[in-house]
């Protein structure tokens, strides 16, 4: 196999609880990264301060939160390789994560790739319900053209960036995955890959609260509708309430009583952020 020189950029906001581990996962690849860039967006923890201990990291500071569109577009553009990785700051990678997902770089230039990611800490009840009704894996098998990459871990080639465009920089905490897949897609040349040996493990510790943030900002921002209104609440309301039926349903035959507790809190958490995200765009 020829070596391919690889960098990786990772964006990191109040990521102090992980971040450690992310950077440590990142280090002991068996096929090391060239470059290691991690965008602190202006994180009012210890992110910074942990970060800093480590050395041959370039690491940026904004001055203010600029979101995931914008810290994207500012890691490859900084980035010194051709090819460039990215996860997120609450990411663990399995130390063969690059020497598995690069092999898709020995034939082909014009691809992007998404390994698969499981979520670490199930014996949260709150996490547990995330990996059932939202992991961020296509699964047990490799798959071309995927409908989306999740933008925890890839692996692109930059001249994809350029062609496309780039990131949405408006799309601050979700949603710019799927939209650049949709710009990747539109270019014949390119192609989506998704790798199911190339793994990693999401650290995310969820609440209830903080799940259902997590869930509203995962549909509102990735909804095809951008733009909020009375039309788009209603819409995203009822399909949330199919959710909540689906689910609940699914639950109950397997006796899942604290699934369907979730599954309801969820819902009308759901509404009521739609609703104030709505109201405070009329301000």
């Known amino acids: 196999m020829i070596l391919k020189k690889v960098s990786i950029y990772i964006p990191a906001y109040n990521a102090e609880k992980t971040i450690k581990q992310t950077i440590n996962s990142v280090i002991n690849q068996t096929y090391q990264f060239d470059e290691i860039i991690i965008i602190d967006d202006n994180s009012s923890d210890d992110t910074y301060k942990i970060i800093n201990q480590f050395e041959n990291i370039k690491l940026i500071k904004n001055k203010q939160n600029m979101g995931l569109g914008y810290n994207r577009n500012l890691g490859i553009k900084t980035s010194n390789n051709e090819i460039v990785a990215s996860i997120d700051a609450d990411v663990v990678l399995d130390p ?28 949260n009840k709150f996490n547990a319900w995330r990996a059932k009704y939202y992991s961020q894996n296509w699964g047990q098998n490799d798959l071309d053209n995927p409908p989306f990459l999740f933008g925890c871990n890839t692996i692109q080639s930059k001249n994809i960036w350029e062609d496309v465009g780039g990131y949405d920089e408006k799309l601050l905490t979700n949603g710019e995955d799927i939209d650049y897949a949709n710009k990747i897609k539109s270019i014949s040349k390119f192609k989506l890959k998704y790798c199911s040996k190339a793994l990693c493990e999401h650290m ?12 509203w900002r995962y549909h509102s921002f990735g909804y095809k509708i951008k733009k909020p209104s009375i039309y788009k609440t209603l819409k995203l309301s009822i399909k949330q309430l199919k959710f909540f039926f689906s689910r609940s349903f699914k639950d109950l035959l397997k006796f899942n009583l604290y699934f369907i507790y979730i599954n309801f809190i969820i819902l009308v958490n759901f509404i009521k952020l739609e609703h104030i995200n709505y109201k405070n765009s009329k301000k």
């Open 96 to 123: 063969e994560w690059l020497n598995t997902i690069i092999k898709n770089f020995q034939s082909e230039d014009n691809i992007m790739c998404g390994g698969k990611m499981t979520e670490k800490l199930v014996e």
């Open 204 to 215: 995310q510790n969820d609440n209830l609260d903080s799940l259902s943030r997590r869930v």
